[in-house]
């Protein structure tokens, strides 16, 4: 059976309200790491999980995104985000496993905190690998999984079922760096690193760029 999106008309919009209000703090804990892996990117980019458009102040006025985003809870904050920046956004309501875009056709796809989300990460990741074209990137920021045994590690185990009914469907335990090394892409720079923030569970975290064989 194909992965789907359920609608939930509490948690979609409260998720909306959430990430629109916290957007300049989240930004302020993300933006070496974004600043670093979204540069230089093209005119035209796929973005999965473009959520209230935390990532348009990264990309240049007048760019293209085709913008996947299947909560509809974040539309109407999604267009009003790119229209503040210039964006010229085409809004795609689907889920990353299933993208509606033919093979080859993107230069680039990025992603922020969204890989935690989706009901099958490695078939997202494939599907990124399906639509870039030979020598396309696919940039992202993700939060992962603390080593076993950990202080931390514990926490994210802790808090597992509510913070994933509220995050729809986020797991802070997925080792999502051997998700994007495994997929079949010809190079991959992945950092590791740790946020520190209230939102303990969220603060282990990869960001880097993989880019498909030429």
């Known amino acids: 059976m194909a992965p789907s999106y359920q609608t939930n008309p509490v948690r979609g919009p409260v998720n909306a309200a959430f990430f629109t209000v916290m957007d300049r703090y989240l930004d302020s804990l993300l933006r070496p790491r974004k600043r670093e892996v979204f540069a230089d990117l093209p005119a035209e980019v796929l973005e999965l999980g473009s959520g209230v ?27 009003r985000r790119a229209q503040r920046h210039g964006i010229d956004l085409d809004l795609r309501g689907i889920v990353g496993e299933s993208l509606d875009a033919e093979d080859e056709t993107a230069d680039a796809v990025i992603s922020s905190l969204v890989l935690c989300t989706v009901e099958s990460p490695e078939r997202v990741v494939s599907e990124v690998l399906r639509v870039l074209r030979p020598g396309g990137r696919y940039s992202f920021v993700e939060h992962i999984a603390a080593p076993e045994g950990t202080v931390l590690r514990k926490a994210q185990a802790a808090v597992r079922r509510p913070w994933a009914w509220f995050f729809e469907g986020c797991s802070c335990e997925r080792d999502l760096r051997s998700t994007i090394e495994s997929a079949g892409f010809a190079r991959t720079e992945i950092e590791s690193y740790r946020l520190r923030s209230p939102f303990l569970p969220f603060n282990t975290q990869i960001a880097g760029v993989a880019v498909k064989a030429g």
């Open 53 to 79: 458009g935390a990532n348009f102040r990264y990309l240049s006025p007048g760019a293209r995104v085709i913008a996947v985003e299947p909560n509809t809870a974040m539309h109407p904050g999604l267009r």
